[in-house]
């Protein structure tokens, strides 16, 4: 689960090249007055939606029988769509970082590094409970998406199921005992809401995409660098 949920999303990082091609062709549109900046950034998500489906689909396929995952079609889909909101969050991610540095080797640098620091902080290498509260608890923790991808994945497979006892006099141990005590996952938060939380992320990036393009296009950065550069060269002939 833990592979499906992090690694195949962490591999999103190679189409941040793309996504700064799609950002200078989309700029130059946008000059020309083609289309605006919701216009690009709906149509650049739809046509990215039916290969991240594909992807979620063919992946789930693949992982889900063989790693003998607790079998239903309903917890199957489930599953493939945890999958497609976390490749959704990355792709939303990615795409919010292009907007901000176009260097496509500073960004894939970026994006590595906040997925690394949101895999670590997800709950799989060291329990939610276990991490130092002031900064990778709180609020790291809950701003990984991989925390949400990880629990909803853990309780889709985990409830509903018993284990037996290692003590045949003992009871058999429900999958709910396991989540808690074992995993440390949250039940009061179900694994639709952390659905809900996977897709609201994929919105938010989205609109911080959204927001940086608008700041990009409105504000005249050359003609700003200018003046700043005029304003200091000035600042120092006049203390000369």
Known sequence: ?????????????????????????????RLNGHYGVATFI?????????????????SSLVAYNMAGLHPGLDRFVYFASCLLASLMVVESLMKAIASAI??????????AGIQGMFILVSGFFR???????????????????HTYTLQGMLQNDFLGLDFLNQNPNLPRIQGDFILTHT??????????????????????YSLV???????????????????LHNFALLTHFQRG
């Open 42 to 58: 709906l149509a650049n998500t739809l046509s990215s939606l039916p290969f991240l489906i594909l992807i979620a689909i063919l």
């Open 209 to 227: 995409f959204f927001g940086i393009i608008k700041a990009r296009d409105n504000v005249p950065w050359k003609t700003l660098l200018r003046k």
């Open 102 to 111: 176009p260097n496509f080797l500073m960004g894939i640098i970026l994006g």
């Open 1 to 29: 689960m833990f592979f499906a949920g992090a690694f195949l999303t962490f591999m999103s990082i190679g189409g941040f090249p793309s996504f700064t091609e799609d950002m200078k062709v989309s700029h130059h549109e």
């Open 127 to 145: 329990l939610l409970r276990n991490l130092p509260k002031p900064v990778w608890r709180y609020p790291m923790s809950y701003i990984s998406f």
């Open 183 to 204: 995993y440390g996952v949250d039940l009061g938060r179900s694994k639709t809401l952390n659905l809900v939380v996977l897709f609201g992320m994929a919105i938010g």
